[in-house]
Every structure is written in C-alpha cells, then in structure tokens.
C-alpha cells in the first residue's frame, strides 16, 4: 500500500530536549516535505528535499533541521524544542513539483507538545 | 508566503444541500489542487486542475479555475454528513512547494 508514514503520532516533550520525527515513504517519490498546522495559520511549509542530499528551507525553518540521506526517509529534527513549536505536524511526498503529477501524500500526522 | 486564500473560512449547511467553497490566489500557476482534512488527519488530494483547463469534475465535485481573476471554486453537490472536513486549496510553485491556504471548515448537518 503507497503510504507515507510518520513516528511518533504523539509525543510530549520538555523544552530543550532534542528530538526527531521520523518521515518514510514507499512510493519511490523524490519530492518530500515537511509542513506544521496552526490554528487560524493553516499549513506553512517548514523544509522541503527534491531529491536526495537537496533540501531547502519552506517558510518557517528556524528551530528546524531535517536531511535527505536516503530518498524514502526525511527526518525532521528539533535541536533545542522550545513552547512556540507546539503543533501538528505533516510529512508530504509527490513524484515532483510544478508539473502534472504534483499531487501531495500525507502523512497521519504529528502532535508535538512542548513543555 | 500564503499563496492560496479560502472562502468563506467557514460553511455549515444541510445534508442534500450543495457546498461552494473559493480560493483566490496571487501569482501564476501551473495547477491548481484540492485537498479534504478530517479533523487532525492527513490531508487527502480530490482534485488537481491545471492552468490550461477551466473545469473540471470527480464524482460530486466540481472544479473551476480562471486564471485571469486567479480564483478557483470547490463545488460539492449533494452534501452528506460524511463530507464535513476542513478544505484547502493548494497552487504550485515551480521548483519549490506546494502552498496551502488556510482552508474552509465544512460542517453538514443531517
């Protein structure tokens, strides 16, 4: 089953404590990305990779770091948490970006809390 | 950068009732794409459109697109309960990202 798959859907964690949320896909996709929901914000991209070892920042990257070392994995990780990254959080794949087959797989999400 | 803006921010009508939500954007395109969210899911794709088409149609939804008012519009007839969800337009941006609105939250009531 084509899927992309996020760990862990829940996690709490305390300001400071370094953490990673896993991102792996199984449809050979080289366009990943990483996105966080806000209420009344919507989705804002954080990273995005177009393919393996390229990444590039989205719109929200401070606090963030992800790598592409291999191209079904695109981990995202918090170096230092802090309350302000409070969110859910989404793991994207498509085939490429800007042209026809530019449609997006989710991930089921990640809730990140920050104490 | 918001690139897609949805309207109205939210909708509540009845079941059998059709359901019209609309996406302004602001620079060109290459397609267009409609994404449904149940309440703290993944998102999930319905439709994309791209900017040489002016409508298009997947089972009870309907899809427009002028690019010359950078708009689009989400149609969906005959609204069931199972339809309530938040949805977002998202435009391309070539050699970057998907962009995302900040969504219609759909509420159908039986």
């Known amino acids: 089953e084509a899927q992309v798959t996020q760990n862990p859907r829940y996690l709490i964690t305390v300001t400071g404590k370094k953490l990673t949320v896993t991102c792996s896909q199984n449809?050979?996709?080289?366009?990943m990305s990483w996105y966080r929901q806000d209420p009344g914000l919507g989705l804002r991209q954080i990273y995005y990779?177009?393919?393996?070892?390229?990444?590039d920042k989205g719109d929200v990257p401070e606090g963030y770091k992800v790598s592409r070392k291999e191209k079904r994995n695109f981990p995202l990780i918090l170096e230092s948490p802090s309350p302000n990254q409070t969110s859910l959080y989404f793991c994207?794949?498509?085939?490429?970006?800007?042209?026809?087959?530019?449609?997006?797989?989710f991930g089921q999400g990640t809730r990140l809390t920050v104490v | 950068s918001q690139q897609g803006e949805e309207d109205p921010q939210a909708l509540s009508i009845q079941e059998g009732e059709n359901a019209t939500m609309n996406c302004s954007y602001k620079?060109?395109?290459?397609?267009l794409q409609w994404y449904r969210q149940n309440s703290g899911r993944g998102l999930v794709h319905l439709i994309l459109?791209?900017?040489?088409?002016r409508e298009k149609h997947s089972g009870r939804l309907r899809v427009t697109l002028d690019t010359s008012k950078k708009s689009s519009s989400l149609l969906i007839t005959a609204s069931r309960a199972a339809d309530t969800a938040s949805y977002f337009c998202?435009?391309?941006?070539?050699?970057?990202?998907?962009?995302f609105g900040k969504g219609t939250t759909l509420s159908v009531s039986s």
């Open positions: 449809m050979n996709h080289e366009y």
């Open positions: 990779s177009m393919n393996v070892e390229v990444t």
């Open positions: 998202a435009t391309d941006q070539a050699g970057t990202a998907l962009i």
């Open positions: 620079t060109s395109i290459n397609n």
């Open positions: 459109i791209r900017s040489n088409e």
């Open positions: 994207a794949s498509s085939l490429s970006d800007g042209g026809p087959n530019t449609e997006a797989f």
